[in-house]
């Protein structure tokens, strides 16, 4: 029974304290009334004594928002933030989780909020942890549908939690807006969306790792989808990031007379899918960038497209087996989809892989039309024997002294951080989206 007694494994002395494996708790930026991912410590006991802890409690009680569990137990906010009586055993250990829900701030900029998690041994010695975050007021939308013609225009980021409509007889406008999408949300585009200078990406403001942002990690939202109802949509200086397929045009009758989407200086980069895939669609696209994606870069199936001092970069780094930068073709499966014309010029089209252009027609069929045409632009494939559809070609090979990722600023695979400015030595002066 002495063997068994607990009075003789604890003390009170104040030399006995609690090791932390952190002294601070940093999460990153939060929107104001959204939950933080959990955050999670170990405390450690390495006297020779166990250790009891009078009280564990968050000094700011309820008022910053933070909540923890300590070894199983929550700090209940509603019973004064604090738990009471635990016990850590000599060479023992316990764990600690930390989650942030914190209230609006009523400011335009993230604002820092922070709070102290007190550790009160029996003996009355007082240990500390920091907890510290940054809080962003965002004005959050379960589910949106524009009905009517609607007009956005605010600094103040709009989280999207479910999706957004707009329906086929509405016209939505967004300017100077950047809009945060939760996981499976996306944009679906009955009636007619324009933009200029607006930002598209996923909702997470946290690292996947110390030094990677979910912001440069693909498939974070569902990306936009434009109905076979909807023509004339309208981009301009807009990113598209992030996302599962950006931008996907619905089959439709070819409209011979009315474009379904414009884009001009707009980048679309880090997808899990496509970067844009257009069935039997008339797109046009001016300056516009699209790189790093798990699917094609680009994939034009049927209808018409041009494309005037573009960037197609075919870097994406989390899989070998990568889309093309460039697909075009006249058919999909079964499905012909006659390509009335892909005109490219000015442009720049390279990537990993030796080729990373592909253009394909129906095998035995020559009576659905066809027509491409290159004109002083960069293609990374094998040289083709066509001075009718490719004039002033530059053709890349993986043998070229600058070539691939080379001809750019930065391409950063450790940390993907990109910059497709052409570098001073690339051989594509005067081509591309940054011309």
Known sequence: MASCSDNDQFTTSPTARLTFATDSVKMDTVFANVGSRTYDFWVYNRSSKGVRLQSVRLKNGNQTGFRVNVDGSYLDNSLGSIVTDLEVRHGDSIRVFVELTAPTTNHL??????DQLLFTLESGVQQAVTLTAHVWDAQLLDSLVISQNTTISTPTPIVIMKGMRIDSTATLTLRSTTLYFHDQAGIDIYGTLITDSVVMRGDRLDHMFSYLPYDRVSGQWRGVRIFPSSFENRLIATEIRNACDALVCDSTTFPSTRQRLY?????VHNCAGAGL?????????????FSNTMDDCVSIIGGA???QQCTLA???????NRGAALRFSNYSGQNLYPLEMMRMTGSIVTGYDDDVVMGLS????????????FENTL?????LEDTVNCIDIIWETPKDSIQGKQHFRLVDEQNLIY??????LSTAQGLGCYE
């Open 277 to 289: 895939r257009a069935f039997n669609s008339w797109v046009g696209l001016l300056k516009c960038q």
């Open 263 to 267: 884009m001009e200086g707009c980048v």
């Open 109 to 114: 900029e993230p604002q820092p909020v922070s």
């Open 379 to 383: 293609l990374r494939t094998p040289e």
């Open 314 to 320: 075919q870097f994406y780094p989390f899989t070998a």
């Open 362 to 373: 129906m095998e035995g069929d020559s009576i659905t039309p066809f027509s491409y045409h």
């Open 305 to 307: 497209a041009i494309f």
């Open 419 to 424: 910059d497709f400015h052409l570098d001073s």
